[in-house]
């Protein structure tokens, strides 16, 4: 019954910004951390952000801080990420996922998983 959808992905030029979304639906637990992964072609999956059921904090790769705001809304179920001054290297599909744990900057940690959505940047 769990299930994660991501939204928001698609074509932005270098520079450019695009907020993505990633709505739960049915049991996942009862105060799940959230997170943000990224796989570009040849590459192995690479942690993104991650943000804990209270939303206290928040966690980011070396290579998009700064630039990426994880988020959460836990009223609308939703996890957010706003991704600005995008560059190519960004180019890649984005996943969101829930974990059991308060929270969590690995990969195996996490328990379910969306089906990912394309963001590419053009230069």
């Known amino acids: 019954q769990v299930q994660l959808v991501e939204s928001g992905g698609g074509l932005v030029q270098a520079g450019g910004s695009l907020r993505l979304s990633c709505a739960a639906s049915?049991?996942?637990?009862?105060?799940?951390?959230m997170g943000w992964f990224r796989q570009a072609p040849g590459k192995e999956r690479e942690f993104v952000a991650a943000?804990?059921?209270?939303?206290?904090?928040?966690y980011y790769s070396d290579s998009v801080k700064g630039r990426f705001t994880i988020s959460r809304d836990n009223a609308k179920n939703t996890v957010y990420l706003q991704m600005n001054s995008l560059k190519p290297e960004d180019t890649a599909v984005y996943y969101c996922?829930?974990?059991?744990?308060?929270?969590?900057?690995?990969?195996?940690?996490?328990?379910?998983w969306g089906q990912g959505t394309q963001v590419t940047v053009s230069s």
């Open positions: 996922a829930a974990t059991r744990r308060w929270q969590s900057t690995t990969l195996s940690e996490y328990d379910y």
């Open positions: 049915g049991h996942i637990f009862s105060s799940p951390g």
């Open positions: 943000i804990p059921y209270s939303g206290s904090k928040t």
